[in-house]
């Protein structure tokens, strides 16, 4: 499977209550790209970290769903969630 390419590369402040998903990153620099970020919560976090960033990020967290759907669990209910959310 070939590397995804980075689409949003801006960085961003990882909040203290989810320092626990950046364990690689958190230690130094308190920050993180946009798309690790979105992914990671997407990943590990509870549904109202999920519907936090959707709601901060919308368009880049439904393009990270979309562009991650394989390496996603049950990316199809969150895409469904997220253009829900987004109308």
Known sequence: ?????????RPV???ARMKDYFWDDYHGSRRTSL?????RILVYGSTA??????????????????RYRDHLPLARGLRAFLRRRNR
């Open 1 to 9: 499977m070939p590397r995804i390419k980075l689409v949003h590369s």
């Open 13 to 15: 402040d990882i909040p």
């Open 35 to 39: 798309e690790k970020y979105i992914f």
């Open 49 to 66: 970290d999920i519907a936090d960033v959707a709601g901060a990020y919308p368009n880049e967290t439904l393009d990270v769903v979309e």
